[in-house]
């Protein structure tokens, strides 16, 4: 088999050993943190399972933080359940099916939503004769703003725009003043030259004006 055809026969192994190996990446990206009031908002939390290869089974539970007193607002427990509290009705179960995701959405966030959210999640590994846990906890300090948050990009595009605007200007007024004094000057040169002109005795000027004819 020649160089180039095991090269071809390799290709597809290759690409299916990348998807399989894509798929098995868990990434523990941090939680957005500011929201707007009045819409919703994702917490995220996520928990990477070490052994993929060992059957567990997965609790998790979210809870708020107010004023040193941890209120329980969520849990997973083989299946997302809502408590009852002030959240009740307001959050949605945004996890995914291996529960390395955990993450929820609360609905129509409010100012008073601000503060800190606790995830713990708490993995049983379920080997033959033991079963051990593990517990991973993830806060997530939210800040709930009443007006739009203003876009870094259009802020940093406006001031650009602004300046734009000012050099235009600038350099309008400099080629204003420079064919104002353009100007100043030809007519400046020009009363010269009349001056000039008039300081000249009659009969000098009758034999400046003539031309000389060569026979």
Request: glycine fraction near 4%; charge should be negative.
């Amino acid at each position: 088999m020649s160089a180039w055809n095991t090269f071809l026969y390799s290709v597809p192994l290759l690409l299916i050993l990348l998807v399989r190996c894509c798929q098995l990446v868990c990434v523990e990206v941090p939680s957005d943190t500011e929201a707007l009031h009045g819409t919703n908002m994702k917490l995220t939390c996520i928990s990477c399972v070490k052994r993929e290869e060992v059957d567990t089974d997965t609790m998790v539970e979210w809870t708020y933080l107010n004023n040193d007193r941890e209120i329980s607002i969520y849990e997973f427990n083989g299946e997302p359940r809502e408590l009852k509290g002030p959240y009740q009705g307001r959050i949605l179960w945004n996890g995914s099916k291996d529960l390395q995701d955990v993450s929820i959405t609360i609905v129509n966030v409010t100012v008073n939503d601000s503060g800190l959210y606790r995830c713990t999640v708490k993995r049983y590994f379920n080997y033959k004769k033991h079963r051990p846990s593990v517990t991973d906890v993830k806060e997530v300090r939210l800040t709930v703003h009443e007006d739009a948050l203003e876009d870094f990009t259009s802020y940093i595009s406006e001031i650009m725009m602004y300046l734009l605007l000012v050099f235009l200007t600038l350099w309008l007024v400099i080629e204003m003043i420079y064919c104002y004094r353009k100007i100043l000057k030809s007519e400046q040169a020009a009363q010269e030259n009349v001056a000039d002109y008039l300081a000249i005795p009659s009969g000098n000027k009758e034999n400046h004006s003539s031309v000389p004819v060569e026979e």
